[in-house]
Antibody, heavy 117, light 109 residues
Framework: VQLVESGGGLVKPGGSLRLSCAAS????????MTWVRQAPGKGLEWISS????????HYAVSMKGRFTISRDNSKNSLYLQMNSLRAEDTAVYYC???????????WGQGTRVTVSS | EIVLTQSPGTLSLSPGERATLSCRAS???????LAWYQQTPGQAPRLLIY???IRATGIPDRFSGSGSGTDFTLTISRLEPEDFAVYYC??????????FGQGTKLEIK
């Protein structure tokens, strides 16, 4: 199982970024996928999850309306579109597989997002 | 929303000692929905325990999980140098879907 995130970087407040997560080594289309973030020196914060077929999308309340999760099972890829970014969105963003729905059994190495002017 | 509180915030122990980490939920949590993760500096979290007491694939048997209701425990029977890390508990719910505790840092004494 391998999950590789990309798309992070430095963005100005109010800007947008699209994160990607390339999955391999497992039947991607059969698993729920999730984005989790970790601000510098802080704990883990769930962002959003999407069901195996792209349905059953859920967001953390604080991210709903600004962030959009999606997936392309034909490309074994997960995405996170982030708009109206704020300084407090600065974090490492991880994609993770929901192994048994209730827990996250594999994680990527993360991509760093810095929101600063 | 269920809040998970981990204690202690920092635990200082020596290799070979036993570590006991606590995770307390603000409301009762199904054991099926409770997991533990380990995170070493600069690395992604790693699943240790799910279903409160089931070790994930490849996790050494010195790691064990227990508990029910609102009180859950992660025990490391004999600390190895590579076990010094930050540990998070996590519960699955409806909203938010995944909630994490604030973490316990296990440091070398």
């Amino acid at each position: 199982v391998q999950l590789v995130e990309s798309g992070g970087g430095l963005v100005k407040p109010g800007g947008s970024l699209r994160l990607s997560c390339a999955a391999s080594g497992f039947p991607f289309s059969t698993y729920r996928m999730t984005w989790v973030r970790q601000a510098p020196g802080k704990g883990l914060e769930w962002i959003s999850s999407v069901g195996s077929s792209g349905n059953y999308i859920h967001y953390a309340v604080s991210m709903k309306g600004r962030f959009t999760i999606s997936r392309d099972n034909s490309k074994n890829s997960l995405y996170l579109q982030m708009n109206s970014l704020r300084a407090e969105d600065t974090a490492v963003y991880y994609c993770a597989r929901a192994g048994g729905l209730y827990y996250l059994d594999f994680w990527g190495q993360g991509t760093r997002v810095t929101v600063s002017s | 929303e269920i809040v998970l509180t981990q204690s202690p915030g920092t635990l200082s122990l020596s290799p070979g000692e036993r570590a006991t980490l606590s995770c307390r939920a603000s409301q009762s949590v199904s054991s099926d929905y409770l997991a533990w993760y380990q995170q070493t500096p600069g690395q992604a979290p790693r699943l240790l325990i799910y279903g409160a007491s089931i070790r994930a694939t490849g996790i050494p048997d010195r790691f064990s999980g227990s508990g029910s209701g609102t009180d859950f425990t992660l025990t490391i029977s004999r600390l190895e140098p590579e076990d010094f890390a930050v540990y998070y508990c996590q519960q699955y719910g409806s909203s938010p879907m995944y909630t994490f505790g604030q973490g316990t840092k296990l440091e070398i004494k």
